[in-house]
């Protein structure tokens, strides 16, 4: 993205770091303007925008209905809402209850059907769940890192598959100590290959999928996009699939604005925008555990976001003249009860998240009744899902502390691959 320069798939998905200046690449699709595949199942009728080389089993795609409820009690004419999770009155089908599944079924169906090697997944929860899911469906080998404080968010609906592998940071770690571990576990071995994050572009364009669905059932693309962020990796290919949409040229001009939230008072993203910095705004060690500790939506607490990198977070909000807000725990629970009284749904409290950002936008006048919006609910319908299916649980095969050596991770790592 930053260099301009183009260049063949020869089957990566990542970029090299070692880049002077590195920046996130994209894929060109042979397919400028996208058929809607109808014939295929999931999010593959996307497949002509999505880097894969095969299609796996039991795919899931985001859904959009217009709203009733909420967009009549906000005074919004043209509100959308992006469904992910477990809703089968309105075909929402995700067993994990988030969008996450986007881009689980396009990574995992970017790598070949001979891959014997071990995918490397660190997650806070949700992103987990949805890797656990495919590759445990698909026969595909997973070591994850989760902190053991977020065990809960592992339960499946199916039992986990033996080609599944968990370690867990020990109690008191989070999110940014599963990423450190899972970066030592890769160097490793060569057997370990990283799901890549933000640089994959198999991730972020399973992702886009969730804007592709909403301009599918609008006919146009969005003026605003709300979502709740954590590392922001949704957010980035909602604004590359709207560019996809325009040079398609059959939805419209790209306006779209990203509005996206964090939950307070962990708002790293919402400091740095403020402060206009492209250098991300970082607090300390100590400070950034405590107040992820205090936040309801801990899958929004990525401590390391591809911000500053070329085609990143701040160029996707700046180049769209969006903004990012604030959300308290009392506000999202707020929304949360609010949208199930609305819609009829139960949602996530990132995508509570979501919601209250909305409600803010609309008191605060930056979007107005006319404007076609998109409001993203990245996870919603668990309880439901819950309540009609046994639950199964993951339990981990290894416990570290937070600052393991590398001797350490590697002895633990290669001792669950014998």
């Known amino acids: 993205m930053g260099s301009g320069r183009i260049g063949k798939d020869v089957g990566g998905w990542t970029l090299d770091m070692s880049e002077k200046e590195p920046s996130l690449i994209r894929a060109i699709y ?21 880097p894969i080389r095969r299609m796996l089993k039991n795919p899931s795609v985001p859904i959009c209905y217009r709203s009733e409820g909420l967009a009549n009690d906000l005074g919004l004419k043209k509100l959308y809402i992006i469904f992910n999770g477990w809703w089968p009155e309105k075909g929402a089908a995700m067993s994990t209850g988030t969008f996450k599944e986007c881009e689980a079924y ?34 595909i080998s997973l070591l994850l890192f989760v902190p053991h404080d977020n065990l809960d968010a592992l339960w499946f609906d199916t039992p986990v598959a033996s080609c599944v592998k968990l370690i867990c940071v020990a109690p008191g770690g989070d999110y940014y100590d599963s990423i450190l571990m899972s970066t030592a576990a890769i ?6 290959i990283p799901e890549g994050g933000a640089k994959n572009i198999a991730r972020r364009d399973g992702m886009g999928t969730t804007l592709l669905s909403a301009a599918a059932e609008i006919g146009n693309i969005p003026d605003v996009y709300f979502q709740a962020v954590g590392s922001g990796t949704g957010a980035i290919a909602a604004w590359e699939a709207a560019m996809r949409l325009e040079s398609d040229g059959r939805w419209g ?21 403020a402060a206009d910095s492209r250098v991300f705004i970082v607090v300390d060690d100590d400070t950034a555990r405590r107040q992820i500790s205090q936040v309801t939506a801990k899958v929004l607490t990525n401590r390391n976001p ?42 996530s409290p990132a995508a509570a998240v979501a919601v209250s950002s909305l ?60």
Request: charged share 20%; with cysteine; hydrophobic share 40%.
């Open 253 to 273: 001009p790209n306006n779209m604005r990203l509005i996206l939230s964090q939950n307070a008072p962990f708002i790293p993203m919402v400091e740095s925008l």
């Open 30 to 50: 042979e397919r400028k303007e996208i058929r809607l595949r109808n014939e295929l199942e999931g999010l593959y009728r996307f497949a002509d925008w999505l």
């Open 187 to 192: 160097a490793a071995s060569k057997r370990f």
């Open 359 to 418: 409600i803010q936008a609309v008191q605060r006048g930056i979007v107005t009744e006319s404007q076609t919006i998109a409001l993203n609910i990245t996870g919603g319908g668990i309880d439901r899902l819950k309540q009609n299916h046994p639950l199964y649980k993951l339990e981990p095969s290894v416990i570290l502390p937070p600052n393991s050596d590398a001797r350490d991770i590697k002895d633990a790592v290669t001792s669950l691959f014998v």
């Open 306 to 347: 591809p911000w500053a990198i070329a085609g990143g977070l701040y160029d996707a909000v700046r180049t769209t003249a969006g903004t990012i807000l604030g959300v308290s725990n009392d506000e999202a629970g707020q929304a949360a009860s609010r949208f199930q009284r609305l819609e009829g749904v139960s949602i």
């Open 106 to 139: 396009s990574v995992c169906a970017r790598l070949p059907e001979n891959f014997d090697g071990s995918l490397v997944v660190a997650s806070a929860g949700n992103t987990a769940r949805a890797f656990v899911k495919v590759c445990s469906d698909n026969d």
